[in-house]
Every structure is written in C-alpha cells, then in structure tokens.
C-alpha cells in the first residue's frame, strides 16, 4: 500500500478506536461541545456581557428571554457563560502548552545526558517544584498585574517541574532500549535521537500529562479569579463565582448565578481528564493489537 | 594481514561497580568488573569470526566496545589499519557506515513507533545520504528485497509489530546494509527466532559474504551453530580468549578443558538414551572478583599449582590455532 | 494399570476483538506414571496453550471449548474454578520460561517455597520448613541457602528453586514449559538432567515443552511434534528421529546443526505458520510442504497408526491411501 492509503488507513483506525473507547468518546465530545459554544455561542446569545442591566432586570431567575437568569448588574448568565467558555478554554490551552514545552525540553535534555546536565536541570526544576503555587501566583499577580495573559505566565511557569520530572523519568527508561542504541550505532546525532525517538516515545505519557495540566491549569485560573485575583475586564467561569460570591448570590438563594459556572468548570476539567486516561492507550500503535 | 579489516589489541572493558551507599561508607576498594580482559585478535576481508562463551563471558561487550557503543578502558581497535579514535568526528563518521550491528532481539531493535520505511532509511537520514523523498524509497525497498522481504514495497507503511519474528529480523538486517558496511557485528542474531526461521537468516547472511565481501564478527552461546558458519571461532570466558582457531580445529580437535567440556556438552539431534552430558562443577565466576592466575581453574579438573600463579597468554600450537591452558 | 493423564481432543480458543483464536485444535495424548513427554514445535504451534489448559491458567480470553483432561480418570475441563483452585499446584504444577524472575526479591527463597507448602497443605510453619529444607537438597541446593535471598543466587540456582517450588507439594504432573530456555547450556544440561531423576524417582509425569529438539533425546520418552494447534507426529524418540514420517517434522530435524553431519547451512522451511484466526480447510501445512498434493489443500489429513504408539496425521504416510 502507499503512503496515501496508509494515512487513511491510520485516520480511520483512529476514529474507530476513539468511538470505541466510551472515555476518549465522552471526553472528546464534551470538549467539542464546549468549543462549539465558546467559538458559535453569542451568534445564539444576543445579551452583552458587559453592559449593566436595568435595575429590575437584576438577579432574574431563568426563564423568558434569560435562558439562565440574569446577574446581579442585569447582565445575562447564559451570555456569560458562554464567553467564560471561551476564556477558561484559552487559558487552558496556553498555559498547558507553554508548561509542556517546557517540561518536555528539560525532562528529555536532563534525562539523555544525565551527569552534570542533569543535575543542574534538576536542581532548577527543584526549585520551582517547591514554591507553592497559589502563593507564588498570588505574588506575581499582584506584582505583574492581573492580565488574562499574565495569568497565563504565570499558571504555565508553576506546571511545568511536575511535567518535566515525569518526563525525565521515562527518558531515562526509554534511553536504555536498544532502537536508541542501534541509532547511536548508525552515526545519529543526540539531537536526532532526542527528537525522533525519546520524544515520540515519551510522548504518550506526555499527552496524558498535558491533557491534566489542561485540567489543573483551567482550575487554576478559577481559583485565580474566583479569589479576585483574575482579569476583571474578561468574564471567565472564574470572575462569574467571585462576584456570584462577593454579590451574596449564594444567600440569596440565586442558584442560577453561581452553578453553572461551576458546573461547567467541573464538566471541562473531567471531560480533559477521561481524554487523558483514555488517549495513550488509543495512540500506541502496540496495544491496539491485542 | 594484509586483507585485514578489523583488529583487537589488548582490549580491555572495566565497569566499575556501584556499591550500596552502606558498603561504601565502610570500605575504600571499589569493585571492578573487568567485562573484557585482555583480548586481542583480527578479522579478514569476507572472514567470519565467531565469539563463543556463556552468559558473563564479555564477548557482547566486546562486540560493541568494537563498535565504540561503550567506552573502551585500555587497548586498541585498528580499522583498515588506522587507529580507532572515538573523539575523531569525520573518523566515527566514516566508520560507523562501514561497521555496522546486527540484534539480538528484532523487536527491541526497531523503535515500534516507527515505519519500517522510516526505520530502514535511518541509516541514510542521519547522514544525508539521499536528497529527494523517491531516492530514499528507493533505496529502502532495494535494501528490503536484498534482505529477502519482496516485494519491498509491500512492507513500508507496516509497524514492526505487525511482522513476524523473521521478517522484524530482516528489517534490521536491511537497515544495516543500506549503507553497504565492511563489516558487521552480529549479536545473536538468530537465537530469539524458530529454528526453521534461522535457516533462512544465517544464510541471508552468508548471501552478502560470498556477493560483498563482508566480514561478521558473530557473536553466540551456540557452539554448534558457531560451527555450522564460522572461518573461525574465539572461545571466551571470563572475559577472556581461551582458545581461537579454525572451526574445525576447535570443534573437532579442540584443545582447551572448557572448549572439551563445551563440545562434549552440545546437544545433538537424535537418539541419545542416557547420555548424560557431563557438566563441568560448578556455575561461571562473577566478573566482579578478581581471579589470579587462569581464570578458569575454579572449574578445572586439571588444574595444578601453575594455574593459581600465572595467568597463561594465548600460545600457538598448531597452524593458526592458539590456546591459552598452562597444559601446553 | 490406570494412565495417569489422558487428553482427549482438547480444544482451546481465545476470544479476541478480531474473532477466534483456535489455538489448541484436537490434540489427544496420554502419559503414563513416571513417563515423560516432550511436546515441541515453534511459536505460535499452541504447545504452551496446552501446557496452560492442562494447568487451567489460561488468561481470561481463553477458553477450553472441548475434549477432556483426564487427571487419574478426573476430569480437569470439566471442574469449575473453585473445584480447580484447590487442586492447582497440587496435582500439576508448573515451572515456566525465566520463572527465576517469579521469585519475589525481597522475601528470603526458603520463605517463599515454605509457602507454597503452607498454603496448599495447610501444614505448620515448622513442617513446612522441614520439607523445604528436603527439596531443596532435592534439586542440589544446600539447604543452608534457604536463608539467602534470589539475587544471591545464580541464574541457575533460581531456576532450580523454582523446580523446588513446582514439587513442593508433591504434584503428579510437572510441566516444564520451556524451563531452560534462557540458560546457559552447560546450566541447561544441569537442570535437565536433575528433572530427568527426579520424576523417575518418583513416578512423577513430566511434560517437557520446548523448541529445541536437539535436547528431547535425553530426557524424554515420547515426543509429539506440534503444528498449528495439532499434533502432526507423535512416537517414541527412535520413532521420531529415525523413522521420521511427517514431511514437518523431518524438515524440523534438518533444521538443528549437528557437529557430526554436514557443515552445509539446512534450508529451512519457507513461509510462515498460519494465521490462526482463519484456519483454511485441508491440511495446516500444505501451503509450505515441499511433499505437498492436491488432496492436501482439500481434506483434513487423520492422525494415521505407523507403528507401534507411533501416529502421524499426514494423507502419504503408510497405512494411508495416495502413494
């Protein structure tokens, strides 16, 4: 067969075994539905998000035109919602990829060389293992000021030792198979090797990482804003439970302010996480053959 | 030799030894594990040398130590003459297209996430042997038919679990000649496939000795198969080479107890009612203790005061066949 | 005189995503007391399959879907797990390929093989200590080692221990599936020849499941040669290498170097075993026989009497219809 046959072979394959596997099929349908409503939502949602309401449009219950409720300022929950979609996604997805880069480079440098290399890379990535994460956040925020992209930064720089420890580990494994040695033998460079065979062979473990990085950044970013410490020109899931909280929403009994977007936190973060458990077995091209 | 491709002087392979952190709070003398002892001998142009001995006897470190796989303690490796020089950029260049190893173990050879088009035109990608995509396929299936997989191919988009034993082995033989080496380490080569299958890779093998010259160092705990391919063969334990000569010479007329032992011990095919082969007492030294004198008069029968004082050096003792006993 | 196992067309499947696997296909032996058999074949032929349907430790996706194991007229198939739990070690045990990595590294070897006897026999702590220090003399290892732990122990030596461990309680039938395969082979000749008098000691039925023919003719009464979940040939040694009859097995013998025959490298057998998740009618190994005829592609060959216990399942052997 040729290269084209082969790719579609391969497409299908995949497709087949995500419809099959129900986690990788729950997680990855939830998260596109979440991305359908972050990208497609406010065609559906005409309310802004920002503009105050009127007075008696204050802390609506749903029903009408507020398919949820409104706020305490008027302004649609549903609205909100759907652009805090779009915001915790973001946020998400970036800060995730820096701390992979990150982990990924210095796990697969520190774990190929070792010796010195090693120890210098890990002493660095000690250091940063060790700084508690909400404090450090909570500094940098206040020092470097509360912009959704520093938030990002700084989320992405607090993930990264996990990664890199976990990454490290299975290099060194990986490291001592033989395809590693009969690649040294036919003249290949370190780099060529780090790159074409740790690397894909680390990266199982990596997807499944970064797909809970995912996971732990987005919650991370809650607890940022939820804790008022997040962008308050951007309406994420976060913003909405701290000014749900600040605004007494949950004495007053206005339930439709303060779950949903912790409702949607929990579904985002779960959907991440069965994707993750369930994509390294999906992309191994050994296991599926048993 | 004036056909000479490879030659062993003196090499020498020491690990040293990791104690537990305990031990080594209470005693200075580390551990050495002398892997490869004082070994010295060459290979010809198409000349098949093989290295026999049991498990602990250093001739996998060996072969690689020759390949520059692992670092080299003391001794010299000549290619073509000139001395190896594993800092020597441009040298190791040229050296490893023109030496090249063969596995033991198929699978763990080929990285399973890998095309066997990819895994096969490694080789050429590293170097930068080839400049357009169509060459690249075209020299891979060309190296895979040579190897006996046709149509070539048939094979390229196939992952290495997807082939049988035999066939994985063919793969790795092909990504070993694509570059057209002089010279080929085979480490076991066939011992992890079915008898019926080894046939077919022992004589792939023999194929490109009589078509290109091509010069093996095999490596393999099978005496019986050592002879069955071999010009010559190398005997080793411990370490070190008790007896080397023609095939003949060491299977038939061999001369060293443990050779004796070891061809006395071959299984063969057949009716055997209660032979009981003679085992030699005992289990093969750790290469941890250092062992004066032979390094095998633990397990000797024969061995008098000499052989506790005085390692014995390989000597000649007929036409091409040397051994290293003190009874000679 | 009762036979001590009798199979009777053993069947064995396994149940995968792309269908079944008929790994063991009709096989039939028996064994006598004190008898020992060698089954061999290459990988994939079912012999270990079989080892482990005998045993009843088949993984999860296995299943025994016919015949009967015969253990002392009781049927193994038969049992339900339960029944089989209690009987497992007991009757027939096993010591498998690199069993010595089976030992547990941080417990000592004696505690380990103790046990065992505890757990089956429900004996004191003392007893079982006082039969293991037996059994271990049993397979020449001092009984002093018993204190040590596995990775004091040689390769060899761990082996040996789990031979010790296989005949702690007394089992009548010892499966060795493929027990020195990774050995050197002066420590294969050991271990071999240490089976050898062990189950002649005591009458014990030993199933010796290996690749390698050259080692079968010491050890071994009987011989059934294996090929995609059948038995192709079964005799006694002389009648296996010999009077050879199946075209297999007489590829199979040319296979193995023998020192005292010709330096010429065999052919070998071209093709590969079928898949066993599409068997195709007529004989197994038509496809690479180099003997092979029309009729073979087309009907199943039986297994054919040649001589006295010696059968092969082949349409052109004696006794048979076609040459």
Known sequence: MNYREFRYRRLKEFLHAVRNNKMALVGSLTLLFFLLVAIFGPIFVPFSTLEFGEVEDMLLPPGGEHLLGTDDMGRDVLANLISGARISLLVGVLATAISMVIGCAIGIVSGYFGGRIDQLLMRFTDFFLVIPWLPLMMVLAAVLGTNIWNIILVIGITSWPGSARVVRSQTLSVKERQFVERTVSIGASSGHIMLRHILPNVFPLVFANTVLVAAIAITSETTLSFLGLGDPSQASWGMMLHYAFESGAASAGAYWYYLPPGFCVVAVVLAFTLMGYAFDEILNPKLKNR | ?328 | MKKLLEVENLNTWFHTSKGDLKAVRGVSFDLEYGESLGLVGESGCGKTTCALSIARLLPKEGRITGGKILLEGVDLAAMTEEEIRKKRWKDVSIVFQGAMNALNPVMKVGDQISEAIILHDKTSKEEAKRRTAEILELVEISAKRAENYPHEFSGGMKQRAMIAMALACNPKIVIGDEPTTALDVMVQAQILNLLNKIRKEYRMGFILITHDLSVLGEICDKIAVMYAGKIVEMGTVEDIFERTAHPYTKKLISCFPNIHGEKVIPEGIPGSPPNMLAIRPGCSFAPRCTEKQPCCEQSEPESRQIGAGHYAACHFVRGGEGR
């Open chain 2, 1 to 328: 030799m004036k056909n000479e491709i490879i030659r062993v002087e003196g090499l020498k392979v020491y690990y040293d030894l990791k104690d537990s952190f305990v031990s080594n709070l209470f005693t200075k003398k580390k551990k050495q594990v002398r892997a490869v002892d004082d070994v010295s001998f060459s290979i010809g142009k198409g000349e098949i040398l093989s290295l026999v001995g049991e498990s602990g006897s250093g001739k996998t470190t060996t072969g690689k130590a020759i390949l520059q796989l692992l670092k080299i303690t003391e001794g010299n490796i000549l290619f073509h003459g000139s001395r190896a020089n594993p800092e020597d950029k441009a040298y190791m260049k040229s050296f490893r297209q023109k030496a090249q190893m063969i596995f033991q173990d198929p699978y763990q050879a080929l990285n399973p996430r890998h095309l066997v088009l990819d895994l096969v035109a490694e080789p050429l990608d590293v170097n930068r042997l080839v400049s357009s995509a169509k060459e690249r396929e075209e020299r891979v299936v060309l190296a895979l038919e040579q190897a006996g997989l046709s149509p070539g191919g048939d094979y390229l988009y196939r992952y290495p679990h997807e082939l049988s034993g035999g066939q994985r082995q063919r793969v790795v033989i092909a990504g070993a000649m694509i570059m057209n080496p002089e010279f080929i380490v085979a480490d076991e080569p066939v011992s992890m496939l079915d008898a019926s299958i080894r046939t077919g890779i022992l004589r792939l093998m023999m194929k490109f000795r009589e078509e290109r010259e091509l010069a093996y160092l095999f490596i393999t705990h099978d005496l019986s198969l050592a002879w069955l391919i071999s010009d010559r063969i190398a005997i080793m334990y411990l370490g070190s080479i008790l007896e080397i000569g023609s095939a003949d010479d060491v299977i038939k007329r061999a001369l060293h107890p443990y050779t004796k032992a070891l061809t006395a011990i071959m299984p063969t095919p057949g009716v055997n009612p209660e032979k009981q082969r003679n085992t030699l007492p005992g289990e093969i030294a750790s290469a941890a203790e250092e062992i004066v004198g032979c390094k095998f008069r633990t397990r000797c029968d024969k061995a008098f005061d000499k052989c506790a004082c005085e390692r014995p050096a390989l000597k000649e003792i007929e036409d091409g066949h040397f051994v290293a006993c003190h009874l000679y």
